[in-house]
Structure formats: C-alpha cells, structure tokens
C-alpha cells in the first residue's frame, strides 16, 4: 500500500521523502516535467538511464485507458451526451489532465525499478 501511496505523493521511491519534480504545479509550462537529477533527501539517482522514462509510456497508457472508460460511461449512459459533444468533451478533459497523467506515469515507471529503503534518509 506504501507505493501507491507514494506514486500518488510522487515522492523518492527510495526514501519516500524527496520530491519526483521540482515544481508542484504539473501545468508549469516551463518545468511542469522537469525532475532533480537525484533525491535531495537520500540521493536516489533519478536518471537511471538514458531514456529511462520512456517505459513510463507503458505505465501511462493503462491510466488513459481507465480514464477514458469511466468519462465514457458517465457522459454516454448517465449524461446520455450525444456522440458529437461526447467526442470533443472527452478530448480536452484527456488533453488537459495530460500532464497529471506523465507524471502518475513517470511515478510509477520509477517505483517498479527501485526499491524503498526505510534507512535510505540516514546514508
């Protein structure tokens, strides 16, 4: 339970202290992506390898996916919205949670690779 947890803080899957990005707000334009080289708390590499974060693709699709089949239900069976608004609403609801979702994505990405250490802090 202490990794979802943690995706969901996005924190240092190491440490479960240090911040995965280095701005707070996902929609910054300029860093909203941006990540610290290493944890500030525990130093976790957090550039494991060029091109680490492409896998984060594979993490990311399937919360698409979830996303995309619940506003269906809700807009197509409860809002009973016709298909023409049903399209154009679902495409700027996933359009503008897109960098929420890079992020769940690189959180979880990170968190099958590395490991927490409760004595990561301290070394």
């Not at 494991?48 to 807009?75: C, D, H, K, N, R």
Request: aromatic content about 14%.
């Amino acid at each position: 339970m202490s990794k979802i947890v943690n995706v969901v803080r996005m924190r240092c899957p190491r440490c479960h202290q240090g911040k995965l990005f280095t701005k707070q707000n996902p929609y910054s334009l300029k860093d909203g992506l941006k990540m610290p080289d290493n944890c500030s708390v525990c130093g976790q590499d957090f550039k494991i390898e060029p091109g680490f974060y492409i896998g984060a693709l594979w993490t990311s699709f399937p919360i698409v996916i979830f996303l995309m089949t619940l506003l269906s239900v809700f807009l197509l069976v409860f809002i009973k919205m016709p298909l023409e608004w049903f399209f154009v609403t679902i495409t700027i609801i996933l359009f503008s949670l897109q960098p929420i979702i890079i992020r769940l994505g690189r959180a979880i990405w990170i968190n099958i690779f590395v490991d927490y250490d409760q004595d990561a802090e301290n070394k």
